[in-house]
């Protein structure tokens, strides 16, 4: 056979969306994706990391991630890496094979390898659509409808399944069937009538994750109204926006003392508002590239959908220019209190540490760790998708697979891991390895997990289930071929500068029990 074949039509459709890299692991049915050329997708060593790779590839260029696995266990493992990748909003595709279309029977469960009664069924509660073509034509049109489903807003992951008996078979043309719904322009009077409360009082801009492609128009939309900036967690790194989180109490009250919220992009779920019970101004005003898939907790008493970065510009074209209202100097004052706390301390050097790479343009990946909630919260990033943090979800084991997508963009990238979140995903140090990728991994190891272990502290339970047995991180990391590295508190910013410096593979070891940020739930009622 001379011509293309399903798969090798189904990776080029991926890469011509984006995704010039495709992550995926081999298996008796899913072979024919992969070969000996430049294009064959970079094998990880477990599915999940196949699909948090692609979530990390998402989130850092902005465009389309992909991965490839093969049927049943295969498929079942990558579900978790497509979960956060949907609670994330990430434009992600996983093309996994089903069993092969001559062995199915309708209605029969037969003990085929790999076989399941439903396979697409259960991806169908986390994704934004399932496609199960069974021919080569529709498996043509599935996957280019899958790319546009994706890649409109709001963005979410959509899974396909291919049987794997089609994935060797010449390619067929299918038309796409699904259109890309372009954002519509607010209406002149909606526009008017929020002008025109913008006009009206104080206003703090809230940016989500939507607003970070129209990153330059809302920082200035900010300036021109004369408002702090604050950002949610998947925005971070915007011109301009508070080095602080709205989860410490002086941010909280000066977003609280505000006339109006205008939240551009979203960003106002859970996690960043403390479930809803961060105070907030009385006139609430939504800027969205789409309406939301689900009614949102806090109502709006104005809400526009459509291109924000237009949005954002037409608004403050209609404005005069205000110098801010509030109290500039009350990140700096939060920042200083936290350096300056014996009890805080060491977790704000670990801070330092992080912005003396991030500022040189290291890209951070964090896990679900004490050490990552700290970097996520409070370290000042590199630029907008210049963070990947597993909030929302809260995905242990996401730091070191993402790490993966992020730094196969070619950028220098600090996974900030737990030595828990590590040992869900460290054999992924191979991957590192074998694609010789510039990724320093930060393990913060605490001998368990001390996130659980602060709250059992703080419950006065016994300490039950969240001691563990860590091995000698150095010596794993040497024999999968890595630099490694353990340093005391006081070395820890030199270390992780020579790391990401030196553009290999390294791993940097610290051991430290920190005190959980306030970002994290069991704190936010601290005072």
Not at 210 to 223: F, T
């Amino acid at each position: 056979m001379t011509g293309p074949t399903v798969a090798d039509d189904v990776l080029s459709v991926l890469r011509e969306a984006g995704a010039t890299t495709v992550f995926g692991l081999p298996g008796v049915h899913n072979l024919a994706f992969f070969g000996p050329g430049p294009g064959s997708p970079v094998v990880v060593r477990h599915e999940q990391a196949a699909t948090a790779a692609a979530d990390g590839w998402a989130r850092r260029t902005g465009r389309l991630g992909a991965a490839v696995v093969t049927t049943g266990p295969g498929a079942t493992n990558a579900l978790t890496g497509l979960g956060e990748a949907a609670a994330a909003g990430s434009p992600v595709v996983l093309v996994a094979s089903e069993i092969p279309q001559r062995l199915r029977r309708p209605g029969r469960l037969r003990g085929v390898l790999h076989e399941s009664r439903d396979q697409a069924a259960v991806f169908a509660p986390l994704v934004k659509a399932v496609r199960t073509p069974r021919t080569a034509a529709d498996t043509a049109r599935a996957v280019r409808e899958a790319v546009v489903v994706a890649l409109t807003e709001p963005r979410g992951p959509v899974y396909v399944d291919v049987p794997a008996d089609l994935l060797g078979a010449p390619a067929e043309v299918a038309p796409c069937t699904v259109e890309d719904g372009a954002p519509a322009r607010p209406d002149d009077d909606a526009l008017a009538a929020v002008t025109a409360v913008l006009a009206g009082g104080t206003v703090v801009v809230w940016a989500g994750r939507g607003a970070v492609d129209a990153a330059g128009p809302v920082s200035a939309l900010a300036r021109r109204l004369g408002a702090p900036l604050v950002t949610a967690f998947g925005a971070r790194g915007l011109d301009g926006a508070l080095d602080a989180p709205p989860h410490e109490p002086e941010v909280a009250a000066l977003v609280g003392s505000a006339d109006v919220l205008l939240a551009v992009g979203g960003g106002l779920d859970g996690m960043d508002t403390r479930n809803w019970t961060m105070p907030r101004p009385p006139v609430l005003v939504t800027v969205d590239p789409a309406p939301p898939a689900d009614p949102p907790e806090w109502t709006p008493d104005h809400a526009l959908t459509g291109d924000v970065a237009v949005i954002a510009g037409e608004l403050a074209a209609g404005l005069p220019g205000r110098g801010p209202w509030w109290d500039t100097g009350v990140a700096g004052r939060v920042r200083a209190r936290l350096r300056d706390d014996p009890a805080t301390a060491d977790a704000w050097t670990l801070v330092e540490a992080v912005e003396s790479v991030t500022a040189t343009g290291a890209a951070v990946v964090c896990d679900m760790a004490v050490a990552g909630y700290w970097t996520g919260g409070y370290a000042r990033v590199s630029g907008p998708r210049g963070l990947a943090y597993p909030v929302g979800w809260g995905t242990l084991g996401f730091g070191l697979p993402a790490a993966l997508g992020v730094a196969a963009t070619g950028t220098p990238t600090l996974a900030v891991v737990g030595d828990g979140g590590l040992a869900m995903a460290v054999g992924e140090l191979a991957t590192l390895v074998q694609e010789q990728l510039p990724v320093t991994v930060l393990v913060v190891d605490d001998g368990g997990y001390g996130m659980l272990r602060y709250d059992q502290d703080r419950a006065g339970a016994p300490h039950a289930g969240v001691d563990l047995h860590t091995p000698d991180l150095v010596a794993l990391a040497h024999a999968y071929g890595l630099d490694a590295v353990d340093v005391p508190i006081a070395g820890l910013g030199a270390a992780v500068r020579d790391a990401v410096g030196s553009g290999r593979p390294h791993l940097v070891r610290l051991g430290a029990a920190l005190l959980p940020p306030r970002t994290t739930s069991p704190r936010w009622d601290d005072e």
